[in-house]
């Protein structure tokens, strides 16, 4: 069913009450936009991704970090949903930042989030290229194939190369290329996992309360908070549903809906994913000690066959390319709300989108710039790709904090949430809750391995790559004040909110 002409022409004059003109085509509706942030986060690119890291590092007991980090994630996610709903803005993140708090802040913030979305594109093309490898090389007697350097930047060129062309085409291509995806990964993960917990279950449910011996000997806690990365790794992308808000039919509303919908149904359906790999396991051993290192291909041999294994195997490669198309998304409307408001270089050009398509393509074209730098640099440094993934997720967790910091500071100063998605009055006590959980998932994610016979700055590389982006930001924000460019609404929470109930 087509949005109505009355509720387009009221999106539309919400839009200009915040300051902007409609550029965009409303065709992403609620299921389309669920669609986009659940492919963005992936649950089952997510657990095929990390499924050997969390075996290794805690045994079947990391598939409990998915559940702890999905619910810190929802009370971020309900923080996000009441921002959005009276700031429906593309550009999500810097928009919601800007308008809470000011437009210095906001700068930096996306100064955080967009090196480690396009960081995001890479890892998750990178990842795919050892599915494909299993796909195209595997065989019955060795169905895991580790792709080797040459096969890995070709495969993830060619995966970033096919996002950026599927994203070319406009919102309307996105939109129907995220809905297939959603279908396919949910056929995949329910399909095959009640296949593989019913019908080929070897081990036994109490597997999950146990290391396996993956501690080597140490701590609980150690062992626990080693697997931690399963779930911190795992769970973001639901802010891409904010991304396109000026693409989508009563944001307002949609929005907040689909970003809850996609942190509980990713979340479950994660948890059911990762417990039928371990389940239908036919050697956790090897697993948990690191022998086979790319697990789930020969689970799927031993389970569907090799003509099942390479049909689950297509699968997920368009759930891979599918994530990769979100998080291109994602960081093109960010990169294009920056530059409308000149605050990114080039943002002239920046700021302009397609005739045919309606979608920013000189913004889609700078955000992919960065990604085939990395895969270039992993194809001379392979050993990388986990170091380059933890920044990635630091810095999603700053950018985090930093909006929902503002909507508390916002709070504290009087402002009252005036979209129709509304957390009454527990927004304050969720709100603090979700700025705790993101402080807990940075420290988490920047503590050193001291497991690892490593040097000291392979052990802290995740801050390392944090500090160098985050102080590189400021020292170019104090020196050239590219936030004094821009003229855009700043800091106007309050007065926004006040405006919308007078004519509410």
Same mark, same amino acid.
């Given at each position: ?242 991304? =396109?808000?000026? /693409?989508?039919? +009563? $944001?307002?509303? %949609? #929005? ?5 919908? !996609? *942190? ?23 697993? =948990?000690?690191? /022998?086979?290192? +790319? $697990?789930?291909? %020969? #689970? ?5 066959? !090799? *003509? ?197």
């Amino acid at each position: 069913m087509s949005h109505p002409e009355s509720l387009r022409h009221r999106d539309d004059d919400h839009l200009r009450a915040l300051g902007y003109e409609p550029k965009f085509e409303r065709k992403i509706n609620l299921i389309a936009n669920f669609a986009l942030g659940f492919l963005y986060l992936s649950p089952m690119v997510g657990v095929v991704a990390l499924f050997a890291l969390g075996m290794t590092k805690a045994g079947p007991l990391s598939v409990f970090w998915i559940l702890i980090v999905g619910a810190g994630m929802l009370l971020v996610a309900l923080v996000f949903g009441e921002i959005v709903s009276q700031f429906p803005l593309a550009g999500g993140l810097y928009q919601w930042t800007r308008r809470l708090w000011n437009g210095r802040t906001a700068w930096w913030m996306s100064w955080v989030y967009i090196g480690g979305t396009t960081v995001g594109i890479t890892t998750t093309a990178l990842f795919s290229s050892g599915f494909v490898a299993s796909l195209l090389f595997g065989t019955p007697d060795e169905p895991s194939v580790t792709a080797n350097p040459i096969q890995t930047l070709l495969i993830t060129l060619g995966v970033i190369g096919i996002g950026l062309f599927f994203n070319l085409r406009g919102s309307k291509s996105l939109a129907r290329i995220s809905q297939i995806g959603l279908a396919g990964e949910l056929i995949g993960i329910i399909g095959v996992g009640l296949y593989l917990i019913i019908f080929q279950r070897k081990n036994d449910i109490s597997v999950f309360f146990s290391g396996m011996g993956a501690d080597g000997g140490g701590s609980f806690l150690a062992l626990f908070l080693g697997a931690s990365l399963v779930g911190l790794y795992m769970f973001y992308g639901f802010e891409a549903c904010g991304e =396109v808000a000026e /693409e989508t039919p +009563n $944001p307002g509303r %949609s #929005i907040p809906r689909a970003m809850v919908m !996609t *942190v509980i149904i990713g979340g479950a359906a994660a948890v059911f994913s990762f417990v039928g790999y371990v389940l239908a396991a036919p050697n956790l051993a090897e697993i =948990v000690s690191g /022998e086979d290192a +790319n $697990p789930v291909p %020969s #689970i799927l041999q031993s389970s569907l066959g !090799t *003509v099942g294994m390479k049909i689950f195997l297509v699968v997920i490669l368009i759930s891979f390319l599918a994530g990769v198309m979100g998080q291109q998304t994602a960081s093109s409307r960010l990169v294009f709300s920056f530059a409308r408001d000149g605050m990114f270089p080039g943002s002239h050009a920046i700021a302009k989108t397609g005739k045919n398509s309606h979608v920013p393509v000189n913004a889609l074209l700078v955000i992919n710039i960065l990604p085939v730098l990395i895969t270039t640099y992993v194809f001379f440094s392979p050993d990388s790709l986990f170091r380059i993934a933890a920044f990635q997720m630091v810095a999603g967790y700053c950018a985090f904090a930093v909006v929902v910091t503002a909507a508390l500071r916002a709070r504290l100063k009087g402002w009252r949430p005036a979209g129709p998605f509304s957390l009454g009055r527990w927004g304050l006590t969720i709100n603090i809750a979700a700025l705790c959980y993101l402080v807990f998932g940075m420290v988490v994610l920047t503590k050193p391995d001291l497991s690892l016979e490593a040097p000291w700055y392979d052990q802290w590389i995740a801050l390392i790559g944090f500090l160098v982006v985050a102080l590189s930001g400021l020292a170019y924000l104090l020196v050239a004040k590219p936030d004094r460019a821009s003229t855009a609404p700043q800091g106007d929470a309050i007065h926004v909110a006040e405006k919308i109930r007078q004519f509410s």
